[in-house]
């Protein structure tokens, strides 16, 4: 195993656990000083961190499960801490989670994007009344307002993954990559159709492609897939993100 070999994973068990009493330190029995040098992968608030978390090991990108439980007694607290080190399924699956919950925030911003480009069409060539006009411009500026707030999450927890947790970024971008190439194969494959403008959905392809290739590194933290020019795309991206523990 890659962690056999790590100054940081080769001094932990496959699991560690630590115990606390309150007022008798005599009792104590710390997590090993390697574990302090793992790196907690953040939650953003879906889970409790204090309690249950990952880690990383920053060496080699070994994962942790990580739980605190604790009773209270009459005489005392106690505190139990298990660090368990993850398989690579167990790994894999983990990362594809925090990919589908990347996805989830991307989809929403598309569709808040979407809205709010649909609700401006109306105002300009929708012929509405002055009171559906006001009602549709108010709609128009709270989708956009949302949008731009999910973009900003959005944005943070992937700077996060660039620096804590590239693994998660590689996921979802690579699976986002591999259904850009089966789309170009299929419109590089697919004989002329009337109405569809291929050159343009080919573009569409190869930029959305070039962007998903570097993201896990640098370039935007939003990437819009135009669903008219890449057929199949969210059909396909939800298979490749699902994963066997789904």
Known sequence: MRFSGCLVCGSLKDV??????YGAPEYDRPLPPAASRLVIVPSF???DEEKSHVRRCPSCATLYGYRLTYEYHVNGSEDEETLSRMTE???AAFHR???RRLEAARQEIDRLESEAGALGDFIDRGHPSPVEADRAFTRMQAARGEADRVRGILQAQVEVCRRICP????TWAGAHARICRDVLADLEAAPPRPGFDLATALYVARATLESWEVLPVAGET???IHGAFLEGYLERLRV???GPET
Do not use: Y
Not at 16 to 21: Q, V
Not at 167 to 170: G, N
């Open 240 to 242: 490749e993100l699902r």
């Open 222 to 224: 939003f990437i819009s």
């Open 167 to 170: 693994e998660i970024l590689s």
């Open 45 to 47: 608030g879906q889970e």
């Open 97 to 99: 989670r925090r990919a």
């Open 16 to 21: 560690e656990t630590s115990f606390s009493k």
């Open 89 to 91: 399924a167990e790994a």
